[in-house]
């Protein structure tokens, strides 16, 4: 690779990496989090002609760490079921990352609420509110048109709504005003 190349490369690490890691971070545990940021970098250095200049160089590797992570759980469901196949118990389904980051008395209800979502809910909530993207950025990670995230993300925070309400504990954000 050109001087040019790796210099943009290290550019793009140096600027990301810790963006790529907690994004991971937060979704699996601290070794599998370091494995993926690693692929992560590993992709970008392979497809560096494709990596776009600029703002869209970030959305580019959280798109690259939603596939890798992606692979991570697909992985992880894999050994789990050939484990319980091997030693003839259920499929253990380990805590997500999303417990640790959520701590307050709230939150409990925030995880079952997120838990009962599917994952595509859960994942646009997740870029919208954990990793502050913009809803252009976020379709370029989903691989989605601008608006098409915009109607997603509200329905989404709708479905998320009426989850806390069918718990009986709606944040304090949802719970309506008393009249004046």
Not at 37 to 50: C, G, I, K
Not at 101 to 112: F, L, Q, Y
Request: proline letters at 3%; charged letters at 35%; one cysteine or more.
């Amino acid at each position: 690779m050109s001087a040019e190349a790796e210099q943009r490369f290290n550019e793009l690490f140096v600027s990301h990496h810790v963006d790529i890691f907690r994004y991971c971070l937060r979704r699996l545990d601290q070794s599998e989090a370091e494995d993926a940021t690693a692929e992560v970098f590993a992709v970008a250095w392979r497809r560096l002609d494709q990596i776009p200049d600029k703002d869209m160089a970030r959305a580019w590797l959280l798109a690259a760490a939603y596939r890798v992570v992606g692979n991570q759980y697909r992985g992880r469901a894999r050994r789990g079921r050939l484990s319980a196949r091997l030693s003839g118990l259920r499929p253990e389904h380990p805590e997500t990352a999303d417990v640790a980051v959520i701590r307050r008395e709230e939150d409990d209800a925030v995880r079952r609420a997120l838990q009962s979502l599917g994952e595509t809910d859960r994942e646009l909530l997740r870029l919208v509110s954990w990793d502050g993207l913009s809803h252009r950025e976020i379709g370029e990670v989903l691989g989605i048109k601008e608006d098409t995230v915009s109607k997603r993300v509200s329905r989404a925070q709708t479905r998320l709504r009426l989850q806390f309400e069918l718990l009986g504990q709606a944040p304090s954000s949802t719970k309506p005003r008393e009249a004046s």
